[in-house]
């Protein structure tokens, strides 16, 4: 069970962080602009970010074995399709099938991990998952730019195809089955059709902004946020249980932490994917084992801060990450044209030991906050929070390249524009770290709150 849910931690963020090495081959392969280039990253998180909390419902009534198995055969489907694209508009297309089937992974993989492990090694079996997600992320850009260079950019999306062949035989055949938690449940229809018209929206609205489009689309967004709340709330089976994030401070707190974290560091790798390539001038393989620093220390930190808060409050080293990941993202703010390469790995790597810190306990925090029932929508929502934070990550870097540079190919446009729309995202993100740190902190403790809890019981 470890190895298979650790194999599909490691297989969604893989396709993320090998694609983004290969963007600007992408770009002039299909002849799409700078921001056409970030709907290739966006398409991915929009997707999964819509479906992430439906297929975790999904998981918990109908058996997260099954909801898994059949994620991994649409994301081989659409890395096939991807690889086949023969224009920007079918290569956005088909990362939004793989985003679908990233969604089945990511909701059920964690939920099946924990109802398999109690809370005394909760955070060591997260630590590991963790580690294995950030192993995909360390080896995506060094593979992801070997195969560029070597192959070409088709080749980065369709190496997936025989690695998710290989995790759908195993979860298939090895993966044990597990009854569903809430069998008799009924879908939240309505929940989900507010739900999808306030992200959509929102997304499509920051994407477009400062065109009137981009603000009605904010509007439509903000409406459809107001709409869900109302709905939820009178709701016996909500989609989003919002009374959970009103009676569980914890838990509330825990998912406004990763959500500003992810919407702090996310775009990171996109922007500096293209300052390494497009800037400094380094081919895509060199590129690719630039960014690498920044996962291999996430990789190697992480089974040891999971382990740790087993026994140390997850609030002090996810607060204590936060922390260095906004130290790293202000030194990003001041990169420029001058700036060396072995300056980009340090920020990267201080980077890197930041989420490593924070990430496997505040997982486990969101985790134990809540009962054995409410893993799958738990689960579902801290991955639907960590994406919808990359989204807007992602949101506010195309803002930024969009009003400096426009429509333009990052080949073609003026490097001083580039990286003012670079410097500007880095300080907005540091921004928001900060802010972070502060909901990191007033999350309250978890480990003396879950001993009440079994000491009740």
């Known amino acids: 069970m470890l190895l298979v849910t650790s194999s599909a931690a490691f297989l969604f963020p893989f396709m993320g962080a090998s694609v983004n ?17 970030a709907w290739v990253a966006t398409s991915f998180l929009l997707t999964s970010s819509l479906l992430l909390v439906p297929f975790g419902r999904l998981g918990d009534m109908r058996g997260r074995k099954r909801v898994l198995t059949t994620g991994v055969g649409v994301y081989v489907v659409g890395s096939a399709l991807a690889g086949l694209s023969q224009n920007g508009a079918m290569l956005i297309a088909a990362r939004a099938v793989q985003g679908a089937g990233g969604a089945m992974l990511a909701s059920t993989a964690v939920a099946i991990l924990v109802s398999a492990y109690g809370p005394s090694e909760r955070g060591r079996v997260l630590g590991i998952n963790a580690a294995a997600l950030y192993s995909g992320l360390s080896v995506g850009p060094a593979l992801g730019g070997f195969l560029t260079y070597y192959l070409g950019w088709r080749a980065v999306l369709l190496v997936n195809v025989p690695l998710g062949v290989a995790l759908f035989l195993a979860a298939l055949y090895k993966l044990p089955d597990q009854a569903p938690d809430r069998a008799a449940s009924r879908f939240d229809w309505r929940g989900f059709a507010t739900y999808a018209v306030f992200l959509i929206g929102g997304v499509y609205g920051m994407t477009q902004i400062p065109s009137a489009r981009g603000f009605i689309a904010l509007g439509v967004g903000l409406a459809g946020f107001l709409a869900l709340l109302r709905v939820e709330r009178a709701t016996r089976e909500p989609l989003i249980d919002v009374g959970l994030f009103r009676s569980n401070i914890s ?100 980077l890197g030991l930041g989420i490593g810190f924070f990430s496997s306990p505040n997982t486990n925090a969101v985790m134990t906050s809540v ?64 802010v972070g740190i502060v909901a990191s902190v007033f999350r309250g403790a978890i480990h003396s709150s879950a001993s009440s809890n079994r000491d009740s019981s």
């Open 21 to 37: 090495v290969a963007l600007p081959a992408i770009g002039v392969g299909l002849d799409m602009s700078a921001v056409e280039l």
């Open 371 to 434: 009962d054995s029932t409410r893993y799958g929508v738990a689960s579902a929502t801290l991955s639907t929070t960590r994406q919808v934070g990359m989204v807007l990550s992602m949101g506010i870097a195309t803002l930024f390249i969009s009003t400096r540079i426009g429509a333009a190919n990052v080949h073609e446009a003026p490097v001083a524009l580039f990286v003012d729309a670079m410097q500007s995202t880095f300080m907005l993100c540091t921004f928001a770290c900060l």
């Open 251 to 350: 838990f509330a707190m825990s998912n406004l932490a990763a959500f500003l974290n992810y919407s702090a560091f996310y775009a990171a790798t996109f922007l500096l994917s293209l300052y390494l390539q497009v800037v400094m001038g380094l081919p895509p393989q060199t590129a690719g084992l630039v960014l690498v620093s920044m996962p291999i220390i996430q990789a190697f930190v992480s089974p040891a801060a999971g382990r740790l808060s087993d026994r140390v409050e997850p609030r002090v080293l996810a607060s204590s990450g936060m922390a260095l990941t906004a130290c790293a993202l202000f030194i990003m703010s001041r990169f420029d044209a001058t700036t060396s390469v072995i300056q980009v790995a340090v920020a990267l790597a201080t």
